[in-house]
């Protein structure tokens, strides 16, 4: 091998005079030079580190254009409603942003009606990136869209004791529209209660419920509120006092009772009032468990405004002998 090859110049930096020599050379030169680009990176990687990361839960947005939007169709049970994305950006753009502000879209657009499984596309805010989204894809059911007209229930905030007030709702019906098979459960349409004063009006909401009282989700009602208006001009002279129905036979024992309900409220006059402390209730008593109206005793000039039964369960007397 040639002197001053490959091999010798290998063993000269095994000398550590020669290394040390070697790596002092220009060390002023070589000192610059690794700052400068020491700064460059930390420059050009400035706007990365400043970044960080913030998740959200972005409601899920479904788009149909099936039929380029003509189709009357509509989604329901969509399984999750929302998606958790990760977003990342300067910690000052992700503080100002919401939910609402990022799109999370599943399209719809040609699925059959049925069942579906489709991705979920996010789309993040100017000044941001997404970094993760879970889950993937979300699930639900594409259905046609129905309508059903129903009368609207009125619902009202219990009047003060000494009122009978009379309401009018305007629209009497309503509409409530959605997919088929969620829009077939809906029962009745009733307003949010209200408090209103004598001859006061306002407009409420509309809720839909099904058969057990609960709120079905995933319709609209059309009008989504309709005006309640109280047509009373005050109050009447009303008053609610208790029954007490009259005693068994002595022949018989009652075992359980339950009046329903247990007080009544009275119009009359304001002096007739004032002496009422309770009314008169007459029912027939006879062995067994049973239902059966109240007949109230009322004094001439008053009128209730309940109608009143009682639930018996009534037993022959222990020291009294059975018909023969």
Do not use: C
């Amino acid at each position: 091998m040639k002197a001053g090859g490959p091999l010798e110049g290998w063993r000269r930096w095994l000398d550590p005079r020669y290394a040390w020599a070697r790596g002092t050379h220009n060390l002023g030169l070589k000192l610059l030079a690794l700052g400068v680009s020491v700064t460059l990176w930390f420059v050009a990687t400035g706007d990365r580190r400043a970044n960080v990361e913030q998740g959200f839960d972005v409601p899920v947005t479904v788009r149909d254009t099936t039929g380029n939007g003509q189709e009357k169709r509509a989604t329901s049970n969509l399984s999750p409603s929302s998606v958790r994305v990760t977003l990342r950006g300067r910690p000052e753009r992700l503080r100002e942003l919401q939910p609402e502000n990022i799109e999370a879209v599943v399209d719809v657009t040609g699925v059959p009606e049925g069942s579906f499984t489709q991705p979920v596309t996010v789309t993040a805010p100017t000044g941001t990136e997404v970094q993760r989204q879970s889950p993937a894809r979300v699930q639900g059911f594409v259905d046609t869209q129905v309508t059903r007209t129903l009368p609207v229930t009125l619902s009202v905030a219990s009047p003060p004791e000494a009122s009978v007030p009379r309401y009018v709702v305007l629209p009497a019906e309503a509409g409530v529209s959605g997919p088929g098979q969620v829009v077939s459960t809906v029962a009745r349409l009733v307003t949010s209660p209200a408090a209103l004063a004598a001859g006061a009006e306002r407009e409420v909401p509309l809720v839909a419920l099904d058969e057990a009282g609960l709120p079905v989700e995933g319709v609209k009602a059309n009008p989504s509120t309709v005006t309640v208006r109280r047509l009373d001009t005050g109050e009447l002279p009303v008053k609610t006092v208790r029954v007490v129905l009259n005693d068994p036979p002595a022949t018989l024992r009652v075992t359980s009772v339950s009046v329903q309900p247990s007080t009544v409220r009275v119009v009359a006059a304001p002096e007739l009032l004032g002496r009422l402390r309770e009314v008169s209730g007459a029912v027939t008593y006879r062995v067994g468990t049973y239902t059966a109206p109240v007949r109230l005793s009322i004094p001439a000039g008053a009128q209730t405004l309940e109608t009143v039964s009682v639930r018996l369960t009534v037993e022959r007397a222990q020291d009294t002998p059975p018909a023969p």
